[in-house]
């Protein structure tokens, strides 16, 4: 094969993921980072013996991340240390149930059993279904790029793509757990999983049932050095394999030729010649700015967002043994929380607030005796910016909430704060009004309005990460980037 010389714009995971993958096939690799660090929405904060990861917290098939470190070298094992999580997740409702949820199945659907009206087998067969339509699926919506899913399910046994084929499409995910369980409790932390890509249980289709799969069936894990770790792994391994990143370097403009292709990148710095390009840019920023000349595909020019976040970080200064490191106190009006960001556009009064401590497993991530509180409410991709009176509402609802469920005034205890909301989060990381996963699923068509990992008109430009297919969160943008790898082999 021909070796080329290929630019990657974005350090985010995938564009990292997309350098390991192409060096070590043996092209020659630069990376264009506009920050000074890599990561992108995967990033962290350090501040007097407190550090907190500011973006992604939940890490399932790290077996992804393990494929990438032995490219080179399969028989090397498992060098990146991570750690199954015994609990994956705590659960709150107002009415004083918790629901912890452990990562062995039949462990969960006994505490679920134990914690609400809901019979035991009916959680076990749900994620059983739930594990079918995953490996039905996988091959086709997720590991090759869509446009081939014909191909691709040709090489599946019949057998294996009947779960798929058995769920009603036009179903909402909601509609679909509410079919299965009896238990609000239940059917509220089921459709918890359609904010893993930040989209509305109550629009986004039943398919995305598959999401519960991978944090229930296959475990949710967590790296020993906190998630911030996975970036620099995956960086070390890039620049082993030869990979060059140039930080401080935001990519402007393409240099188009007449025959449909791109034959150079604008920077501030001077002009960068290159056979091929890797947009890892979410790309709805792309078209509106780097690749502003060329025509927005219709995944852009009818983009409808994903949610948002507006995100405290709070150091405490006390330890919280009620709580886990993954927790999530529920909004009693699940689906007027999901009007709020995805029609009124609004805050909403009573938010489901997620708190992440990275310190309850890494221990070195506060100082003695504190924890890092990683707060967080679902808002929506804002047309205008939220003003300040709007992240002190915010506040005020996120702390109301937690005295309600929790009995605890976290205010007393905080001794050093951030703020992260979606301009911070557009700013540092080019995505558009701070969408957190690109476009949002709600339609059972997202899938495939979503920009595809090859342009169609220029032949040697490539899309990968979370705003491309086959979606956002870090084991989608992994596979992204290993479909990038295959549409550069096939030019
Ligand atoms: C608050 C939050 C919580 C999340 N939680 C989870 C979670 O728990 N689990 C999970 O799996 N996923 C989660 N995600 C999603 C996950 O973080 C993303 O899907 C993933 O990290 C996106 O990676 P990416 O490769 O698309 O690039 P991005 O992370 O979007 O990075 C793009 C990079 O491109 C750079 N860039 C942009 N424009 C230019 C330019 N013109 N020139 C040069 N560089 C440029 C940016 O600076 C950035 O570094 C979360 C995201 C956020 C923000």
Redesign the pocket.
């Known amino acids: 094969m021909k070796q080329n010389k290929i630019t990657i ?7 990292i993921a997309a350098a390991i993958r192409l060096a070590a096939k043996g092209h020659k690799v630069l990376v ?4 000074k660090v ?5 990033g962290q904060i350090k501040h007097d013996g407190f550090r907190f990861d ?7 098939l790290p077996k992804l991340v393990d494929d990438l470190l032995n490219i080179d070298n399969p028989h090397k094992g498992h060098y990146f240390n991570y750690k199954k999580l015994e609990n994956t997740c705590r659960y709150f409702y107002e009415d004083g149930t918790i629901i912890n949820a452990p990562s062995e199945a039949s462990e969960f659907a006994d505490e679920v059993a134990a914690k609400t009206t809901e019979p035991k087998d009916n959680v076990k067969e749900y994620l059983i279904s739930a594990k079918k339509l995953y490996n039905a699926t996988a091959d086709i919506f997720i590991f090759n790029p869509l446009n081939r899913a014909f191909e691709t399910a040709k090489r599946i046994a019949p057998s294996a793509l009947r779960p798929l084929l058995k769920i009603n499409p036009l179903r909402t995910m909601h509609g679909e757990n509410s079919r299965w369980f009896k238990s609000d409790h239940v059917i509220q932390l089921f459709d918890r999983y359609a904010t ?1 890509n930040g989209s509305s249980p109550y629009l986004a289709p039943s398919v995305l049932k598959v999401i519960s799969h991978l944090e229930h069936n296959t475990g949710a894990y967590f790296p020993e050095k906190g998630m911030y770790n996975i970036v620099e792994m995956l960086y070390q391994k890039a620049i082993g394999l030869g990979v060059e990143f140039r930080f401080g ?4 403009g393409l240099i188009i030729n007449n025959n449909n292709t791109i034959s150079g990148i604008k920077t501030k710095k001077g002009d960068i010649k290159t056979d091929i390009v890797v947009s ?3 790309v709805n ?2 078209y509106r ?2 690749g502003r000349e060329l025509t927005k595909p219709r995944a852009v020019k009818k983009s409808s967002l994903s949610s948002s ?1 507006i ?1 405290f970080y709070w150091g405490m200064e006390r330890t919280f043994p009620e709580l886990d490191i993954h927790n999530i106190l529920f909004s009693k009006d699940y689906k007027g929380e999901f009007d709020a960001i995805f029609h009124k556009r609004e805050l909403f009064p009573d938010p489901t607030v997620y708190i992440f401590i990275s310190s309850k497993v890494v221990k070195t991530d506060a100082p003695e005796g504190c924890e890092n509180w990683f707060v ?1 409410i679902n808002v929506p991709s804002p047309e205008n910016k939220f003003r300040k009176e709007h992240i002190n509402t915010a506040r005020q609802n996120v702390i109301e909430k937690i005295q309600k469920v929790l009995n605890i005034n976290p205010e007393i205890h905080i001794r050093f704060e951030e703020v ?1 909301t979606p301009e911070t ?1 557009q700013t ?4 558009f009004k701070g969408a ?2 690109g476009n949002n699923s709600n339609s059972i068509w997202s899938a495939f309005l979503r920009h595809k990992n090859r342009s169609s008109k220029y032949r040697n430009l490539f899309f ?4 491309v297919h086959p979606g ?6 992994l596979a ?1 980037a290993g479909i990038v790898e295959k549409e550069i082999e096939r030019i």
């Open positions: 714009i974005g350090s985010g995971i995938s564009g264009l980072e506009q920050n890599a990561g992108g929405k995967i500011t973006g992604p917290s939940l890490f399932t893993y370097t935001e990519a402007t890892d840019i979410d920023t792309f700015h780097t976040a995100i967080m992260a989060i540092f990381t080019g995505s957190l996963y990968t990460g979370g705003s956002g969160g870090i084991p989608l943008c992204s």
